[in-house]
């Protein structure tokens, strides 16, 4: 029969920051809400703040600042102050230490990330990354692969790629970022980003008066067609159809007010299917026209 092995407990650590407050505490719960009560616990706070503050120190050097950690572990202390409850039979500590470490994992988890991923794809991320920090110490020279992350944490292989996405989501790069670590060229990120291209919208209005063209007449197609294919002035395409420069430029007009009114009539019936239009004086905002009642001897004659 093999022996049992006993692991001698650690002696939990004294901090000078655990001020002796139980006498505080139960004198607060008795309190009912009002300025005293509100008094007694910015003291319970003021003697508690540097354990907070030491919590806080934790989590330094992770991408926010110490002050900012501080403020956010003391929303967590002022939360845990007005919770705690003596009667329970909890030390205070206890009870405050979750509290305030839980608003400041919160606050990495909604505040902190420049591109806003779900919960779930957070916790993956975080999983990923102390896999990857564990088999740092046993990979040489290389990156571990999917495969041995998968295999090291007990994920999937498709969780472990989507923690490894996401680990580039919690910072966003500067678009004066160089494109590479090496590149002495000076081009940046900004430099990739393309420019609106004005011939997208050439293209849009020539399919648009296209079927608009081929209806017109005879004539006025081979107006707009010597004006705009031949670039042949008025008065030469006069003489050239037999016809005087005023006539011309009354058929130029005629033809673009056509093709434009024929245009904006086929965009309102896109936006606007004709199923789906209302009667005129409904969707001019004016009230239903009401018949006057007819009596019923009226109506049965």
């Known amino acids: 029969m093999c022996p049992v092995r006993y692991r001698p407990q650690r002696a939990r650590h004294s901090h000078d920051d655990a001020p002796d407050t139980a006498e505080d505490f ?7 809400e009002g300025p005293e009560r509100e008094e007694l616990c910015g003291r319970l706070v003021e003697a508690w703040l540097p354990m907070a503050h030491r919590l806080a120190a934790k989590y330094r050097n992770r991408g926010e600042s110490l002050e900012d950690l501080e403020q956010v572990a003391a929303l967590g202390l002022v939360k845990a102050v007005d919770r705690y409850d ?19 994992r919160r606050h990495f988890r909604d505040h902190t990330w420049d591109v806003h991923v779900p919960r779930r794809v957070q916790e993956l991320r ?16 290389r990156a571990p692969s999917v495969e041995r992350i998968a295999e090291h944490s007990g994920m999937s292989e498709e969780d472990v790629a989507a923690g490894l996405e996401a680990l580039g989501s919690f910072r966003s790069l500067s678009l004066d970022a ?8 000076g081009f940046s990120l900004a430099d990739t980003f393309g420019e609106p291209e004005p011939e997208y919208d050439t293209v849009v209005a020539r399919e648009a008066v296209k079927p608009c063209l081929r209806e017109l007449p005879e004539r006025q197609r081979r107006v707009l067609y010597l004006r705009f294919f031949r670039d042949m002035s008025q008065s030469r395409i006069g003489q050239e159809l037999g016809i005087s420069q005023m006539h011309v430029s009354r058929l130029l007009s005629k033809s673009f007010e056509r093709v434009r009114r024929q245009v904006e009539h086929d965009r309102r019936a896109v936006r606007h299917p004709a199923g789906a239009e209302r009667p ?3 969707a001019a905002g004016h009230p239903a026209r009401r018949h006057p009642t007819v009596p019923g001897g009226a109506a049965a004659a």
């Not at 139960?26 to 009912?32: I, S």
């Not at 160089?178 to 060229?185: F, K, N, Q, T, V």
């Open 26 to 32: 139960a004198r607060l719960a008795a309190l009912p």
């Open 86 to 104: 003596p009667a329970m039979g909890a030390p205070f500590v206890p009870f405050a230490v979750p509290t305030i470490t839980g608003e400041i």
């Open 126 to 141: 975080n999983k990923v990354r102390a896999a990857v920090r564990d088999l740092s110490t046993t990979v040489e020279d």
């Open 178 to 185: 160089s494109l590479g670590a090496d590149s002495g060229d």
């Open 280 to 282: 005129a004086h409904r």
